[in-house]
Antibody
Framework: QVQLVESGGGLVKPGGSLRLSCTAS????????LSWIRQAPGKGLEWVSY????????YYVDSVKGRFTISRDNTKNSLFLQMNSLRAEDTALYFC????????????????WGPGTQVTVSS | SYVLTQPPSVSVAPGQTARIACAGN??????VHWYQQKPGQAPLLVIYYDADRPSVIPERFSGSNSGNTATLTISRVEAGDEADYYC???????????FGTGTKVTVL
């Protein structure tokens, strides 16, 4: 079955960096778009970034542009999120999620999610 | 950017029907998807393309979409349906997903 497992979260000071990883199994990783979605404590879901499968084109929410970088390694079935210049407002549970398609299709929804990894930005 | 608005909370007695609205400008022209999130868990897709259900989701969950409002309906509500529910669309012009504000369903 499809499985996504995030890692790399932790406590970091403002201005610091973290690299999140998401390891996938149970499907052909290179065939799908993948995304990072976060949830601040007691708040709703916020899309952060996604990466296409075909050309690895990347997309970001405005609040993280220039600070976060999404990437993927199809040989290792892994998705990454490099987070630099972290701020208190980046504190959240970060989910890795699989979009419903890949290649040249237009994605619509997320059919599988990992359990999440907690990122806390505090001095 | 496209905005989706949901009521913060909905309360329903066991065995009754819960309806959760998701409001957006001309949302009827978009495909709407719904997620259930229980405390401490990842979101779970319960409805996609307005009204389709993944095979693991009970028939009690249904969806509709027209005009400026999409609706998730939970029939014969059970205690295990207590959760937060989020609607979601893909904002095609800006090429990214948008989530609704979320609705907490409480089973009385």
């Amino acid at each position: 079955q499809v499985q996504l497992v995030e890692s790399g979260g932790g406590l970091v000071k403002p201005g610091g960096s973290l690299r999140l990883s998401c390891t996938a199994s149970g499907f052909i990783f290179s065939d799908y778009y993948l995304s990072w979605i976060r949830q601040a404590p007691g708040k709703g879901l916020e899309w952060v970034s996604y990466i296409r499968s075909s050309n690895s084109a990347t997309y970001y929410v405005d609040s993280v542009k220039g600070r976060f970088t999404i990437s993927r390694d199809n040989t290792k079935n892994s998705l990454f999120l490099q987070m630099n210049s972290l701020r208190a407002e980046d504190t959240a549970l970060y989910f890795c999620a699989r979009a419903d398609c890949g290649g040249d299709c237009s994605p619509h929804f997320f059919d599988s999610w990992g359990p999440g990894t907690q990122v806390t930005v505090s001095s | 950017s496209y905005v989706l608005t949901q009521p913060p909370s909905v309360s329903v007695a066991p065995g009754q029907t819960a309806r959760i609205a998701c409001a957006g400008n001309n949302i009827g022209s978009k495909s709407v998807h719904w997620y259930q999130q229980k405390p401490g868990q990842a979101p779970l897709l319960v409805i996609y393309y307005d009204a389709d259900r993944p095979s693991v989701i009970p028939e009690r969950f249904s969806g509709s979409n027209s005009g400026n409002t999409a609706t998730l309906t939970i029939s014969r509500v059970e205690a295990g349906d207590e959760a937060d529910y989020y609607c979601q669309v893909w904002d095609t012009p800006n090429d990214h997903p948008v989530f609704g504000t979320g609705t907490k369903v409480t089973v009385l």
